[in-house]
């Protein structure tokens, strides 16, 4: 975020709203190392909160009503009543995140305080970078800021997750929600998403976590994202568990006969996913960014081959990063899938070079100018 940000954030607030000065909340967006459809299998994540945030200025007002601006939609507005009926916006779609979240906290919590909010950000949308959760999670602590929640970060998180699976529609896991709202300066965060244990894994100083962002428009993403899901689900039945990632290699290896081979893959993907997570964030917490990369490589193939949800421009993109980074990092697509971002982490003084050469190869191949993205790991969600 930067002071041009947060001024303009400021000033649009003071102009709808009587001048009133306004508090701002800061919910950032995510880059996901390592850990991909893991989450919904109850496995292991390992993100970090990025330097792309969404900013809300907001203040309570004396009645039930939230009154919101988007500063990124030519301030379009939306203004609705906190009760536990609060309708879809059909034209608006960007006001369903927050008609999603007040829903869900109007039906835990009573008496709701209304409040004005104005809302910019610059994650960018529809590239697997956790836009809507840093939306959902920003407006959820906004809401237990003017009511006087004092909600807990996880709480933060499973409030938005809720929004987005039952308002907004996509079945999403927890990792996004609970990364922008549980981030750390520095470090990524591995998560146990099936108890929402979290513990800081320190990122080494002279490497750098770089983004690129495909700018393959991102097609059936909801709706195979929910295939995934009930393949995962098909297989766990098969293996006698609740969750993919109670089992580990070896109950897999033992008892994968007899899975159709659509589902075998799926679980092979989840199950080897969920091990590489744990020993990348051990080999990270060693600072060793080979076995880490590695990792990263292997993760590719398998979301390449077994979970099939990179795309060919990814997988350009992944090989042309890789091979310029030999063994001195690794990258991976991250996120969802369909298209989106590619993470690379590599040391710091190899960014440069490494950023020229995608420059100059992937649009040459694809046709497609990418756009990059060097972030550092930040705080989840705080008040200004
Ligand atoms: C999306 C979902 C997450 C997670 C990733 C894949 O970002 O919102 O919950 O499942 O895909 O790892």
């Known amino acids: 975020?930067?002071?041009?940000?947060?001024?303009?954030?400021?000033?649009?607030?003071?102009?709808?709203?009587?001048?009133?000065?306004?508090?701002?909340?800061?919910?950032?967006?995510?880059?996901?190392?390592?850990?991909?459809?893991?989450?919904?299998?109850?496995?292991?994540?390992?993100?970090?909160?990025?330097?792309y945030q969404t900013l809300i200025s907001f203040s309570a007002r004396n009645d039930q009503e939230v009154h919101v601006v988007a500063a990124d939609y030519d301030d379009e507005q939306d203004r609705f009543c906190i009760d536990d009926n609060i309708a879809h916006n059909e034209d608006k779609f960007w006001s369903n995140y927050v008609r999603g979240v007040v829903s869900v906290m109007a039906q835990h919590y009573p008496n709701l305080v209304g409040v004005n909010m104005v809302i910019s950000g610059d994650v960018p949308q529809?590239?697997?970078?956790?836009?809507?959760?840093?939306?959902?999670?920003?407006?959820a602590k906004v809401i237990s800021e003017v009511s006087s929640l004092a909600l807990s970060n996880q709480t933060l998180a499973l409030i938005s997750q809720q929004a987005e699976n039952e308002f907004v529609g996509c079945q999403c896991g927890i990792m996004d929600q609970l990364i922008s709202a549980s981030g750390n300066a520095g470090h990524a965060l591995l998560i146990n998403c099936e108890t929402l244990a979290t513990a800081p894994i320190s990122l080494p100083d002279n490497s750098a976590v770089l983004i690129v962002n495909s700018n393959v428009k991102r097609g059936l993403v909801d709706s195979e994202y929910n295939t995934r899901r009930k393949q995962c689900?098909?297989?766990?039945?098969?293996?006698?568990?609740?969750?993919?990632?109670?089992?580990?290699i070896d109950t897999f290896e033992a008892g994968k006969q007899g899975l159709a081979n659509v589902e075998l893959k799926r679980a092979r993907h989840v199950v080897y996913e969920?091990?590489?997570?744990?020993?990348?964030?051990?080999?990270?917490?060693?600072?060793?960014?080979k076995a880490l990369g590695d990792l990263m490589r292997a993760s590719h193939a398998s979301m390449k081959d077994d979970f099939e949800i990179t795309t060919p421009e990814i997988d350009y993109l992944v090989g042309v990063l890789n091979e310029a980074i030999g063994d001195n990092g690794g990258a991976r697509m991250t996120g969802g899938g369909f298209g989106g971002c590619v993470v690379a982490v590599l040391p710091s003084d190899q960014v440069a070079s490494v950023c020229e050469l995608i420059e100059s190869r992937y649009f040459e191949k694809t046709g497609i100018k990418e756009s990059i993205y060097l972030s550092k790991a930040c705080q989840g969600v705080h008040i200004l």
């Open 126 to 139: 529809g590239a697997g970078l956790s836009s809507s959760a840093a939306l959902e999670v920003g407006v």
């Open 233 to 248: 689900e098909v297989a766990a039945k098969h293996f006698g568990v609740a969750l993919l990632c109670d089992i580990d």
């Open 274 to 289: 969920n091990h590489r997570t744990l020993d990348a964030a051990d080999a990270l917490s060693k600072g060793d960014i």
């Open 1 to 51: 975020m930067n002071n041009t940000q947060l001024k303009n954030v400021t000033d649009i607030f003071k102009h709808h709203f009587d001048g009133v000065e306004p508090q701002v909340v800061c919910a950032p967006g995510r880059v996901n190392i390592i850990g991909e459809h893991t989450d919904y299998n109850g496995g292991h994540v390992l993100p970090c909160a990025i330097n």
